[in-house]
C-alpha cells in the first residue's frame, strides 16, 4: 500500500479529480484511488482537528502513476482546474508531465 503525504492545502484539488482520472493501465487494475485523507501534522502523524493539520496523508493501493499524480499535485494544486467536468487522464497527466507508460527497468 502506498502513502503519499501533501499539503493541506492541496486536499481539494486532489479531491476534485474525477475518479476515472485516477485509474489507468498500470494502477493495479484500478483498485486504488485518492478519497479521504488523514489530517496529519508536519511530521506524518495523524491530528484530531482539522485546525492542527498542516498535511494529508493518503494511503491506499495506488499505482505508481497514481501516486505519482497526488504527490505531483500536492506539489502544484493550481493546475487542476476548478471545472473539471472535462479533465480526463490524458490532459491531468499532461499538465503534470507525467506519462501513462512506466520507466523501463535498467537491463542487467
Known amino acids: 500500500m ?6 493541506i492545502a492541496a486536499v481539494d484539488a486532489i479531491q476534485r479529480v ?3 482520472c485516477w485509474i489507468g ?3 493495479n ?17 495523524p491530528v484530531d482537528t482539522l485546525d492542527k ?3 494529508a496523508k493518503w494511503d ?3 499505482g505508481t502513476i497514481t501516486a505519482q499524480l497526488i504527490d505531483a ?3 502544484d494544486p493550481t493546475k487542476v482546474p476548478a471545472d473539471v467536468s ?9 499538465a503534470y508531465r507525467l506519462s501513462d507508460t512506466p520507466a523501463e527497468e535498467p537491463t542487467p
Open 2 to 7: 502506498a502513502t503519499i503525504i501533501t499539503p
Open 25 to 27: 493501465p498500470f494502477d
Open 53 to 55: 493539520a498542516t498535511r
Open 86 to 94: 472535462q479533465l480526463d487522464r490524458a490532459a491531468l497527466l499532461e
Open 29 to 45: 487494475g484500478g483498485s486504488g484511488f485518492p478519497n479521504y485523507p488523514i489530517w496529519c501534522d508536519g511530521n506524518g502523524v
Open 60 to 62: 491506499g493501493a495506488f
Open 18 to 20: 474525477p475518479v476515472e
Open 73 to 75: 499535485i500536492g506539489q
